[in-house]
């Protein structure tokens, strides 16, 4: 997933494009500028997303003895483990990306899935 890498507030932006030691953000036209550090896409860099949970001795006893994953699952999430679904949608609500970014890669995920050639079982 990459980094949102925007201006918010559009009141900054008018201001930056004319005060000094700023980058120019439109040139003298009035025309946005391609900024150096995203191309213009909007995001630079990279930022992971993990499913990550602690394993406590209770963990631990399900994993070894439960027979379903169901219930490994429950266990889980009883423990506050988030999903990493969850964890992306932490980093839009904060502001590091954005929903379109998480969107396309999930989305991107699920193509990748559905193109794999069927398993034996």
Do not use: W
């Not at 394993?55 to 483990?81: C, W």
């Not at 396309?104 to 079982?121: E, G, L, N, W, Y």
Request: charged share 25%.
């Amino acid at each position: 997933m990459t980094k949102a890498h925007s201006f918010k507030n559009a009141q900054f932006v008018k201001s930056a494009a004319t005060a000094k030691g700023y980058p120019k953000l439109v040139d003298k036209h009035g025309k946005p500028t391609t900024c150096e550090d995203c191309q213009g896409t909007g995001f630079v860099g990279r930022i992971g997303i993990f499913e990550i949970i602690a394993i406590n001795d209770q963990l631990r006893t399900v994993i070894t003895q439960s027979e379903s994953l169901p219930e490994i699952a429950r266990q889980f999430r009883g423990a506050k483990m988030l999903y990493l679904q969850e964890q992306a949608l932490r980093r839009v609500i904060d502001g590091t990306t954005a929903i379109n970014e998480m969107v396309k890669v999930f989305s991107a995920s699920k193509r990748r899935k559905r193109q794999r050639p069927d398993q034996k079982t």
